[in-house]
């Protein structure tokens, strides 16, 4: 069985433990409730505790203990808080801030922060993030069909910077027009002298600056930025890393992403997604289009496939299961290119799977996800985060 399905196995044990030690005086501190609100009896031990946890998630940092095949065993520290940049702002969606560190038994290592932040009544928007990463890698080599038996190794170090900033075009209105910035810098590049990166003359194994900058365009009707019910997204960028700015590789980068969100009945949600990628120019190997991930074509080692272009697509299934507690399952398909006239149909990957949500934020109706995914030949990933995937 998959470690990561163990360890959440183990972590529900412990809970239900937890509740089922819980004393009295849990009970105790619930104040008594008057006649608008539900009789004393129906506010369980269980949701006691589960107002208390919830108070405990924005204060303290969570543990999360994952296992992939490429990575081994990670452990590290979560945080995710969602505010108001003014309590006056009744308009705007609620603010995010999350930071992550971990550290994985092959050497990896993981530390970033992210925020998306909108005021003025949803006039703005800055959605950023910092990220160090030390990162053993495996590649398959460049192209949709290349094979997993000839997988190689190569270790990287790397410090990126992204900020997208967005004001909206039209008052009243969700769409969205503004830039996009990045600055990233690959150093210690670590890989063998017969690597096909090498031979190939691939660029990028010298690492150094891939810096950016370009447009990016929103369109964002969604109920919840980080657990949609209902609305679309539509969120586009086009960056240029001109030497000029201090990047080693002169090459152009086109992203799109669109998510559609339905809520068939109460508190069901079917979710759908469509994202391209396409990179020209001289581009370095890791700033390629990739597919996989821990939000796309799950199960998949991200950039285990990568080439000029990326396609990919799912649609997810979230329903609730219980009081805080709820499940999803998907199904995915994705596939990488020399361009988009090489992508021929019979060359697509399949991902699919499930996972469990626990809802940690009530107020923002935000959950912590665990989710197993799966492919052909042995493909799998255990992944933990917090908020929807997309």
Excluded: C
Aim: hydrophobic share 40%; glycine share 8%.
């Amino acid at each position: 069985m998959n470690k990561g399905i163990i360890l959440t196995i183990i972590s529900l044990a412990l809970l239900k433990g937890l509740l089922a030690q819980t004393t009295d005086s849990v009970a105790a501190a619930v104040p008594v409730a008057d006649t608008a609100a539900p009789a004393k009896d129906t506010l369980s031990k269980f949701d006691s505790f589960n107002k208390k946890m919830e108070h405990l998630f924005k204060i303290i940092p969570v543990p999360i203990v994952s296992y992939s095949t490429e990575a081994g065993t990670t452990i590290g520290l979560a945080k995710f808080n969602l505010f108001k940049l003014s309590k006056k702002d009744t308009i705007s969606n609620p603010s995010k801030i999350s930071e992550v560190v971990t550290f994985s038994t092959k050497g990896r290592i993981n530390a970033s922060i992210s925020t998306e932040l909108i005021w003025k009544e949803k006039k703005y928007m800055a959605i950023s993030y910092v990220n160090y990463k030390k990162n053993p890698e495996y590649l398959f080599g460049i192209g949709n069909d290349v094979s997993r038996d000839d997988m190689e190794e190569i270790t990287t170090e790397r410090i990126k910077f992204l900020l997208n900033g967005l004001i909206r075009l039209k008052k009243d209105k969700n769409i969205y027009g503004g830039f996009i910035l990045e600055i990233m810098d690959y150093f210690n590049m670590e890989l063998d002298s017969s690597s096909f990166l090498i031979k190939d003359q691939v660029k990028g194994v010298e690492g150094g600056f891939s810096n950016g900058i370009g447009a990016s365009f929103a369109y964002d009707s969604r109920d919840n930025r980080y657990n949609a019910y209902s609305g679309s997204l539509i969120l586009t960028s086009f960056a240029w890393h001109p030497t000029f700015i201090g990047s080693k590789y002169q090459y152009s980068k086109w992203v799109l992403d669109t998510r559609k969100f339905w809520n068939p009945w109460k508190n069901h949600v079917i979710a759908v997604q469509a994202t391209t990628t396409w990179t020209d120019g001289n581009e370095p190997f890791y700033d390629m289009a990739m597919m996989g991930g821990d939000s796309k074509m799950r199960g998949y080692y991200e950039g285990a496939y990568r080439d000029n272009v990326l396609v990919d697509a799912q649609v997810e299934y979230r329903m609730p299961v219980w009081k805080i507690f709820g499940v999803a399952a998907w199904i995915a398909t994705g596939r990488v290119g020399k361009d988009y006239g090489d992508m021929s149909l019979d060359g697509f990957h399949l991902s699919y799977g499930g996972g469990i949500r626990i809802k940690v934020d009530s107020k923002n109706n935000t959950n912590m996800r665990f989710d197993f995914g799966f492919g052909p030949h042995g493909i799998s990933g255990t992944y933990i985060n917090f908020a929807e995937a997309f």
